[in-house]
């Protein structure tokens, strides 16, 4: 389950079905606040059980337990109690937003994106749905409309909670980061101090922002108020650990990843932990962890939502299977077309000698503005391959600026660049 646009829709719904919390004993508030929320949903269906709010509300509060656990088994339970609530009351308004918001959860953006039209025509005032519109055509690379959504948002209810964490994504991807993590910020001040793992989420997304923009120490510091206001918290734990890969600590990094993992066992955090212990300098490790995530990975890939970002950069860089890579790529790149996706292909056609293609689509990705160091990496080594010297020496340049900010690397590139072969 990966850190989408779409996981942080799940902050809206909570304000849409508000959970009431005056009967919580004190045995209840040692759990979380989805566990909460499962146990007051629980209480609801007993007392009323041929009410549909109920199921509701049970399939919110276990869809957010999914977030904060990163178990794909309470989506699962979320579908078993939102079925309920149809046969109930068949195409509840309710109900039909939790679906969408299932959808999401499975990655299923080009069918949560129908779903969000047909909805968005039978209530245009809700905001939620335009938050629906927002991440699917965000997660396919439909920005403008993507865009236009967020935008609804934002002036149907002005400084709203869930449209500012939309608007910060955006203004990532358009390269504002600086704005970015300003939005987040203002997300994270909205935010109620009850609600400690919407917190940590907001947190955990401010230190991307933050290592994004070169600034390991600032990272660090939200990363650790994310674990201190929520333990074992696994967004803050592969973030944290990017910090510290960012600072040359790759046996930290390595810790802090097993643990992500042993938290939420997903392919695509598998081949992480198996980067960091590759740069840890322990290779029998890596391999084997390498070849743990080929496996994993092969038997959801023709899932939407699967690890094929990470099986192509796997097969291109370090099985050195460039044609495998690109088979994963068109595959991918045939049902969205999102800055991550246009990236990844074009990588693989780098690797398989197409930098003629590859330039087209890493083009396409930066164009919506993205500042990503690996991208811009990436981008130069194929205008590289093309003869282009001064667009290559531009973009690792940026690259090598934002992974070592202020320091003699990013200031002294070499004036004259050699084509190289393909590496990430």
């Known amino acids: 389950m990966k850190t989408t646009f779409a996981v942080s ?16 004993t004190p045995a209840i508030n040692t759990l979380s606040p989805a566990e909460r929320s499962i146990a007051e949903a629980r209480k609801t269906i007993d007392r009323k059980p041929g009410q549909f ?33 149809f046969e109930l009351a068949p195409q509840n308004t309710d109900g039909e937003k939790i679906h969408i918001w299932l959808l999401l959860g499975r990655h299923e953006f080009a069918a949560a994106r129908d779903a ?5 025509k039978k209530v245009p005032d809700d905001v939620l749905v335009y938050g629906f519109l927002t991440d699917a055509n965000a997660e396919l690379g439909n920005y403008d409309e993507a865009e236009k959504a967020a935008q609804w948002m934002l002036d149907l209810r002005p400084g709203n909670l869930p449209g500012l964490t939309r608007a910060a994504y955006l203004r990532e991807l358009f390269g504002d980061v600086d704005g970015a993590i300003d939005l987040m910020n203002m997300a ?20 991307h922002l933050y290592l994004a923009h070169g600034k390991a120490s600032d990272a660090e510091s939200v990363l650790q108020q ?30 802090l990843l097993q643990q992500r993992y042993h938290a939420a ?40 939502d699967n690890s094929n970002r990470e099986l192509i950069f796997y097969y291109a860089d370090h099985a050195h299977q460039p044609a495998k890579a690109l088979d994963v790529a068109r595959k ?72 070592f900010p202020g320091s003699k690397q990013a200031r002294a590139m070499p004036a004259s660049l050699t084509p190289t072969s393909p590496g990430r």
């Open 226 to 255: 994310a674990l201190a206001m929520f333990p074992g918290y696994h967004y803050a734990l592969g973030n944290l650990g990017k910090v510290r890969i960012s600072q040359g600590r790759y046996d930290d990094a390595v810790a």
């Open 188 to 207: 994270y001040q909205s935010t109620p101090p009850t609600e400690v793992e919407d917190r940590a989420w907001i947190l955990a997304q401010t230190g």
């Open 53 to 85: 709010a109920g199921y509701n509300q049970l399939a919110m509060a276990l869809s957010r337990r999914a977030r904060e656990t990163s178990d794909v088994n309470f989506y699962m339970q979320a579908e078993d109690a939102l079925k309920k609530s």
């Open 9 to 24: 829709v799940i902050i809206i719904i909570i304000a849409t079905f508000a959970f009431a919390q005056s009967t919580i």
């Open 265 to 304: 066992p997903h392919a695509e955090n598998l081949y992480e932990l198996a980067e960091a212990l590759e740069l840890a300098g322990r290779s029998g490790e890596a391999t084997k962890a390498f070849t743990e995530f080929e496996s994993k990975s092969l038997l959801e890939s023709a899932r939407a």
């Open 116 to 120: 969000a039209v047909t909805l968005n």
């Open 332 to 403: 991918e790149f045939g049902g969205r077309h999102d800055v991550y996706t246009l990236d990844a292909y074009a990588w693989a056609l780098h690797v398989n000698g197409q930098n003629a293609e590859a330039r087209k689509q890493i083009d396409a990705a930066l164009s919506v503005g993205i500042r990503d160091a690996k991208m811009l990496r990436h981008a130069g080594e194929i205008a590289l391959q093309l003869g282009d010297q001064a667009s290559a020496q531009r973009y690792l340049q940026d690259s090598t600026a934002l992974t």
